[in-house]
């Protein structure tokens, strides 16, 4: 950088350093704090703006997930809070009933004990021990995202102000009916002996049989014959159901057959729902052991008939001989039996959907139990109603729709689990089953005395609650409620969920249902639904597939060896943890670099198009920590530039240049743009605006036009409005630039600002004023100057590339235009035209342009550069025509896959989307070569 003094900015930008330094720094200052700004005016209360963060399990690790979501969070958070609104960021962890159990049980096993060994209490104390020791690691890793929370209101689901506020609401659900207790059929995990939400279902398409057997009709004739997937549930068939309408069967509707293996007489009935083409056409009707069965055994009024033990072994409902076998045994033993009495007809692979556990992996097993459950049709009619009116808004829009087909279609929420770690549910039973719902034991008792007339021993409900059930309070139970509390009066309804679509109905549904019904107004205003995070080539990202991606490492990096063990560890198949390494060491053979927090939140921000699934591209974060870069060296250029060189007085508008009124009419436009794709939620239109205009606009243009103003003799006032100029508009976009990239410009800005002539305290860039466009800076007329000039340039500039033209050659160039146009556009500009497209002198051309010459059409305007003697046209074309027979091949091959029936009937969609990408690209670089080719050929003639 020559021509200034040097800068009081290091050379090179250090992320890790200057991220730990301002985030302590801004957490030990309380900056985060909710409501910390001064009042507007006498007696005005700035507006309050609230974000409730989806509280992650307190067992958990940050994923890309995590960091996707909570980057957009803090990005509407910090641009609320530069707006001068009380904002508060509420935090906090979910205690994850099921996973926290599981991970102090597995410690447990380590010792060789269970939890029956140490009994409920000590159990449950030792779950509190480790949540205080190594819970709540993810915490700590949102920090280092930057998360500008209110740690000091860090909330627990389990916490007492929580857990008053999740009995209150269990009581108040009760005591009106909408919460009873009932036999019901739920997701059982036979492994964890607890029942689980369809949310912890895993349902994954497997290899398995279609089994054919025969059910013997009462009266003689020719036997029904029953495809099913699951014989061993057979012993529990109440029925078997065919088509109404399918003619094969409408004689035997209402006659009876007898259950194989039992014996038991059971009736044909007729249901619209079984399916004529899916097997025989006649299905075995279980209503104890399947969703389906359960419905048709309500709507015909058929018994339940429970087979199974809460391991999923058959019990004494059975005949003996299959009696406390695992339901996989009993399904082997059982097909031997109907094999061996005539009753086989056959079996044939069938692939078909298998509920596993998330957590246990073991397969679920639809089963008859007493739970508790919420009565959830009443709660759901002003869900309803509050999304079709508008005072809940959807983002993208599209959700609304999927939101309702569930909502309409809602059942009973089944919210008793049988773990030990979680909200107890308040309820007590007397001796004779009698049930007391309580906020607390003393009431029970109370209650217990007044109806029995005497004291009596109680015994609490063993269940724990859903998780979900505390999450549902997440909004209301935070800000302090039941009590009414002035941060509940401040910051409630919030405004925004950020969240994913994978939780709309298990949280989404269940907040707003619960925030109508115990505060009378919606939990938030508007809800934006996150896509998945995937890799590169569209793939989901899963310890199975190798290619899971750590926050953490991407900010940090990490090398090569330590990345293999990463992605490896805990993998249980050798073959597979040794494709994975060997692939892992293909995609990363020096590990990953170290990109910074600003770099991947800003790749997150750039890639946030509503609703879609995410491909997160390491190309697209290298050059968004490029751009780190660049905004670090303009920065410098601006401060070699300007310390200790501003004047005490502001320059005189008049003194600045056409380049300084079109940056700063830039600036207004961008300023405009960023607020209007913030309030659209548009954060990849944010995003894009600000890197093309700081990379294109500020670095690219206005900092390279303004170089012959700083360096040259054009007067010390035009050089002080350059320099005033410069550090007004880097100075703004900093401020623009801080929701996405918090670190990096809060280090620049605190260098920049003083520049500016602030007077009072500067503080935090993040409570400095968001920038307001400014109407009387917009300049049309600089604008299009400015653009005339850069289509030029950009014209020689393609010339240069295309025919091979090094950079740092200069040029003549020759001007083709009518007189008016050369006189009030093309010689009034030259200035700024010249020096950037690196032209030696240019020249009008009256008449035909001479031969040899590269061409370039612009709207009232032809340029032309002679190549005679600037090249070598010869060498410069049998390298186009080497690089040419290149992409001939490459393009050969990628169509022979494309014109591959097989290829394009087996490989997946992505596959064949990318080779027809690349066919698009190799054709676009084809005609590139054959276009400047023909220049050459026409500048040699």
């Known amino acids: 950088m020559s021509g200034g003094t040097e800068p009081s900015l290091s050379k090179g930008y250090d992320p890790v350093g200057v991220e730990r330094r301002w985030y302590a720094h801004w957490e030990a200052s309380g900056c985060f704090k909710a409501g910390e700004r001064e009042k507007r005016g006498e007696g005005e209360d700035p507006p309050a703006y609230c974000i409730m963060i989806p509280p992650p399990n307190v067992t958990g690790t940050l994923h890309m997930g995590h960091a996707f979501q909570d980057t957009l969070m803090d990005a509407l958070i910090r641009q609320r809070r530069m707006k001068g609104e009380r904002v508060l960021w509420q935090t906090g962890t979910d205690h994850a009933g099921i996973a926290t159990q599981m991970v102090v049980e597995r410690q447990l096993a380590g010792e060789g004990k269970t939890r029956q060994d140490l009994g409920r209490e000590a159990f449950l104390e030792r779950v509190w021990q480790w949540k205080e020791q190594s819970g709540g690691c993810i915490v700590q890793q949102l920090r280092r995202l930057g998360a500008s929370c209110d740690w000091s209101r860090e909330a627990f689901t389990m916490d007492a102000p929580r857990s008053l506020a999740v009995r209150e609401v269990f009581v108040r659900l009760y005591e009106e009916g909408l919460i009873y207790r009932g036999t019901r059929l739920v997701n059982w995990d036979p492994v964890l002996h607890t029942a689980v939400s369809d949310l912890e279902v895993i349902s994954e398409e497997e290899e398995g049989f279609l089994w054919y057997l025969r059910y013997p009709l009462a009266d003689g004739g020719e036997p029904l014959v029953v495809a099913t997937t699951r014989p061993e549930t057979m012993l529990g068939d109440v029925a078997v159901a065919v088509h109404p309408e399918d003619e094969r069967y409408q004689h035997l509707i209402g006659r009876q057959v007898r259950l194989p293996l039992v014996g038991r007489l059971i009736p044909v009935i007729a249901d619209e729902t079984v399916k004529p083409e899916f097997g025989s056409g006649c299905v075995k009707i279980t209503p104890a052991h399947d969703f389906n069965d359960h419905e048709m055994g309500k709507r015909h009024q058929l018994p339940l008939i429970n087979i199974f033990t809460p391991h999923a072994t058959l019990n004494d409902s059975v005949p003996e001989a299959y009696r406390h076998l695992d339901r996989f045994v009993a399904r082997q033993r059982i097909v031997a039996d109907l094999d061996a009495q005539g009753l086989l007809v056959k079996v044939l692979a069938h692939r078909l959907m298998i509920p596993r556990g998330d957590r246990s992996k073991a397969v679920v097993e639809?089963?008859?139990?007493?739970?508790?459950?919420?009565?959830?049709?009443?709660?759901?009619?002003?869900?309803?109603?509050?999304?079709?009116?508008?005072?809940?808004?959807?983002?993208?829009?599209?959700?609304?729709?999927?939101?309702?087909?569930?909502?309409?279609?809602?059942?009973?929420?089944?919210?008793?689990?049988?773990?030990?770690?979680?909200?107890?549910?308040?309820?007590?039973?007397?001796?004779?089953?009698?049930?007391?719902?309580?906020?607390?034991?003393?009431?029970?008792?109370?209650?217990?005395?007044?109806?029995?007339?005497?004291?009596?021993?109680?015994?609490?409900?063993?269940?724990?609650?859903?998780?979900?059930?505390s999450s549902a309070l997440w909004p209301f139970a935070t800000l302090g409620w039941p009590e009414q509390t002035p941060e509940l009066q401040t910051f409630y309804p919030t405004h925004v969920l950020v969240t994913g679509f994978d939780i709309l109905f298990f949280w989404v549904a269940r907040m707003i249902m619960m925030g109508l019904k115990f505060t009378g107004q919606v939990p938030f205003h508007t809800v934006y639904i996150t896509g998945l995070v995937r890799d590169g080539e569209g793939n989901k990202m899963s310890k199975s597939k190798g290619n899971i991606l750590d926050p953490l490492d991407l900010i940090d990096g990490i090398d090569l060896e330590s990345l293999v063990q990463k992605r490896t560890r805990d993998l249980m198949q050798p073959q597979l943890a040794q494709r994975i390494a060997a692939a892992t060491r293909k995609e990363f053979p020096d590990g990953i670099p170290a990109f910074g927090t600003d770099a991947l939140r800003f790749t997150m921000a750039s890639l946030?198009?509503?609703?879609?699934?995410?491909?997160?591209?390491?190309?697209?974060?290298?050059?968004?920590?490029?751009?780190?870069?660049?905004?670090?060296?303009?920065?410098?250029?601006?401060?070699?530039?300007?310390?200790?060189?501003?004047?005490?007085?502001?320059?005189?508008?008049?003194?600045?240049?056409?380049?300084?009124?079109?940056?700063?009419?830039?600036?207004?436009?961008?300023?405009?743009?960023?607020?209007?794709?913030?309030?659209?939620?548009?954060?990849?239109?944010?995003?894009?605006?600000?890197?093309?205009?700081?990379?294109?606009?500020?670095?690219?243009?206005?900092?390279?036009?303004?170089?012959?103003?700083?360096?040259?003799?054009?007067?010390?006032?035009?050089?002080?409005?350059?320099?005033?100029?410069?550090?007004?508009?880097l100075e703004s976009s900093l401020r623009l630039l801080h929701p996405w990239m918090p670190f990096i410009t809060e280090e620049l800005w605190q260098k920049v600002v003083p520049l500016t002539g602030a007077q009072e305290p500067l503080g935090s860039l993040m409570h400095a004023p968001w920038p307001q466009a400014r109407a009387d800076l917009v300049d049309e007329e600089a604008e299009a100057q400015m653009r005339f000039v850069q289509e030029v340039v950009g014209a020689v500039r393609t010339i240069r590339s295309e025919t091979?033209?090094?950079?740092?050659?200069?040029?003549?160039?020759?001007?083709?235009?009518?007189?008016?146009?050369?006189?009030?556009?093309?010689?009034?500009?030259?200035?700024?035209?010249?020096?950037?497209?690196?032209?030696?002198?240019?020249?009008?051309?009256?008449?035909?342009?001479?031969?040899?010459?590269?061409?370039?059409?612009?709207?009232?305007?032809?340029?032309?550069?002679?190549?005679?003697?600037?090249?070598?046209?010869?060498?410069?074309?049998?390298?186009?025509?080497?690089?040419?027979?290149?992409?001939?091949?490459?393009?050969?091959?990628?169509?022979?896959?494309?014109?591959?029936?097989?290829?394009?009937?087996?490989?997946?969609?992505?596959?064949?989307?990318?080779?027809?990408?690349?066919?698009?690209?190799?054709?676009?670089?084809?005609?590139?070569?054959?276009?400047?080719?023909?220049?050459?050929?026409?500048?040699?003639?």
């Not at 007391?436 to 109370?446: G, I, K, L, N, P």
């Not at 294109?696 to 036009?705: K, V």
């Not at 083709?816 to 020249?843: K, Y």
Request: with cysteine.
């Open 366 to 469: 639809p089963y008859l139990t007493d739970q508790w459950f919420v009565r959830a049709a009443p709660l759901a009619q002003e869900a309803i109603r509050v999304v079709e009116d508008g005072r809940v808004a959807f983002v993208p829009d599209s959700w609304k729709k999927t939101y309702f087909e569930w909502m309409h279609h809602i059942q009973d929420w089944c919210i008793s689990r049988q773990i030990w770690w979680g909200h107890r549910i308040p309820a007590w039973y007397g001796p004779d089953g009698h049930i007391f719902v309580c906020r607390d034991a003393e009431t029970a008792r109370q209650q217990a005395r007044s109806h029995y007339g005497q004291e009596q021993t109680l015994t609490q409900d063993a269940d724990v609650l859903d998780t979900w059930f």
């Open 608 to 729: 946030a198009t509503q609703g879609r699934d995410i491909k997160f591209d390491l190309g697209r974060m290298e050059g968004y920590r490029n751009f780190c870069n660049k905004l670090w060296n303009a920065a410098r250029f601006v401060l070699m530039n300007t310390e200790g060189q501003l004047p005490v007085q502001q320059p005189s508008s008049l003194a600045r240049s056409m380049a300084d009124r079109w940056i700063l009419s830039r600036l207004q436009r961008v300023i405009h743009e960023v607020d209007g794709a913030f309030g659209k939620y548009r954060f990849d239109e944010v995003t894009s605006t600000l890197y093309h205009f700081l990379w294109g606009d500020f670095c690219d243009w206005y900092l390279e036009w303004i170089k012959p103003i700083l360096y040259g003799h054009q007067g010390e006032e035009a050089q002080a409005a350059s320099r005033q100029t410069m550090v007004q508009v």
């Open 804 to 941: 091979g033209i090094p950079p740092g050659r200069k040029l003549v160039l020759l001007v083709s235009a009518a007189a008016d146009v050369l006189e009030h556009h093309f010689q009034p500009l030259q200035g700024w035209i010249l020096p950037l497209a690196r032209l030696e002198s240019w020249q009008p051309l009256a008449g035909e342009a001479p031969a040899g010459c590269a061409t370039a059409v612009l709207p009232q305007i032809r340029l032309f550069v002679p190549l005679q003697g600037v090249i070598d046209v010869a060498a410069e074309g049998a390298r186009l025509r080497k690089e040419l027979q290149r992409i001939e091949m490459d393009l050969q091959r990628v169509q022979g896959k494309l014109n591959n029936p097989s290829f394009l009937s087996h490989a997946k969609a992505d596959v064949v989307e990318k080779e027809q990408r690349k066919e698009r690209e190799l054709q676009e670089k084809q005609q590139g070569i054959h276009g400047a080719l023909q220049r050459l050929e026409a500048a040699a003639s």
